[in-house]
């Protein structure tokens, strides 16, 4: 469990931080060839890289995600009782209420 929410803190971090470099890296002009664009096509360059970023980031969480083990994960059993006792419980109390009666008269 504790793999899984490492994994998704990483790559919120990275969703928050990758878009935010790109686009300071472009408006100060830290990436070579910047200084030749127009304002108006650095702030179309960073915005649609920085889209871009925040898209691989998600596709790279996704595919973390599709590579984990998948019988790693096994359901708590304790858990498993108490929903289905709780099913049992709900369908018996929905077979007594008065709407129902009335149904079945």
Do not use: W
């Not at 871009?52 to 858990?79: C, G, Q, R, T, W």
């Not at 006792?85 to 018996?92: E, N, R, T, V, Y």
């Amino acid at each position: 469990m504790a793999g899984v929410i490492q994994k998704f803190l990483i790559a919120s971090m990275f969703m928050c931080t990758v878009p935010i470099a790109i686009l300071y890296g472009f408006n100060h002009k830290l990436f070579p060839g910047t200084i030749q664009l127009s304002p108006h096509s650095v702030t179309l360059l960073s915005g649609f890289l920085a889209v871009i970023s925040v898209n691989v980031v998600i596709a790279f969480y996704i595919y973390m995600a599709m590579k984990e083990p998948s019988s790693k994960h096994e359901p708590d059993l304790k858990f498993v009782a108490d929903a289905k006792a709780s099913i049992k419980h709900s369908g018996l109390n929905e077979a007594d209420s008065p709407s129902n009666r009335g149904k079945q008269e």
